[in-house]
């Protein structure tokens, strides 16, 4: 069996991936309250004493806010770059596993491979994991995709990949100019056309799922993520979209044989 994932919820309210193969669990990111991230889980038929550990992209709270709560409930080991962690007062953590220089590491029989993105975060980290000779990518929260991020993710059998925002959504939209200048910047979040270019770009020849996460409530449509991503992901394997309060339901991703 490969790996496994799904997602406890995707947006500005809260985020969180849970990564698995064989009895072993991940959880990325946390930015729910203990309550509901018990109750997301049990929806998803798992519960935070399954977790190995947990992992963070990075300080903004939709995506830490629950972290260091649920981590001391449970006992949890949280894995984390020291931007990251000093970035803010994250609260105690029982276990912290810093991580150093984005080199690859392994938590129970899943290798992460901690790949800089970026976003206006301190040092801010996106994931591969690999496992039973398949690849899934996490890809949100950054503002460009560069020549790194293409290396490390045009290649994944399954990719969650971020297409946050419409830009004539967020220029006529109703944040003030500052927020719209951090979202649509270099180091904001990527558009429905940036997450195209970077598909046809890259290809998804190998992708058996194709997850479109982190869409603005209020700088998109779904519509309009069609609509720019149309041609491609034409010939894709299952394409679907993370939503804010339901996420995702578990997705299993083979090896190529």
Not at 11 to 34: P, Q, Y
Not at 157 to 167: G, I, K, Q, S
Not at 177 to 187: D, E, F, S, T
Request: hydrophobic share 40%.
């Amino acid at each position: 069996m490969g790996l496994r994932f799904a997602s406890l919820g995707s947006g500005s309210r809260g985020n969180g991936t849970l990564v698995a193969s064989g009895g072993h669990c991940l959880l990325v990111d946390c930015g729910f309250t203990i309550k509901e991230t018990e109750r997301r889980m049990a929806r998803l038929g798992i519960s935070p004493p399954d977790l190995c550990a947990i992992l963070v992209t990075h300080e903004h709270s939709d995506h830490l806010s629950g972290v260091a709560p649920l981590a001391r409930k449970y006992g949890l080991p949280v894995f984390l770059t020291a931007g990251t962690l000093r970035a803010r007062s994250i609260g105690r953590l029982p276990q912290v596993h810093l991580i150093e220089g984005h080199q690859p590491f392994t938590v129970a029989d899943i290798q992460v491979t901690p790949v800089a993105v970026p976003h206006d975060a301190r040092e801010a980290a996106q994931f591969v994991f690999r496992s039973c000779g398949c690849s899934l990518g996490l890809l949100t929260d950054l503002g460009t995709v560069t020549p790194h991020v293409e290396r490390h993710f045009g290649d994944c059998d399954a990719l969650v990949l971020e297409t946050n925002h419409d830009p004539k959504m967020l220029a006529q939209g109703p944040y003030p100019p500052r927020l719209k200048q951090r979202v649509g910047g270099a180091y904001g979040h990527l558009s429905n056309q940036q997450a195209a270019g970077f598909l046809q770009r890259v290809g998804h020849q190998h992708l058996q799922h194709l997850v479109l996460a982190h869409i603005s409530e209020k700088n998109n449509r779904l519509a309009l993520v069609q609509e720019a991503l149309a041609d491609a992901v034409a010939g894709a394997g299952n394409c679907l979209f993370a939503c804010q309060e339901a996420g995702f339901g578990w997705l299993a991703v083979e090896g190529r044989g």
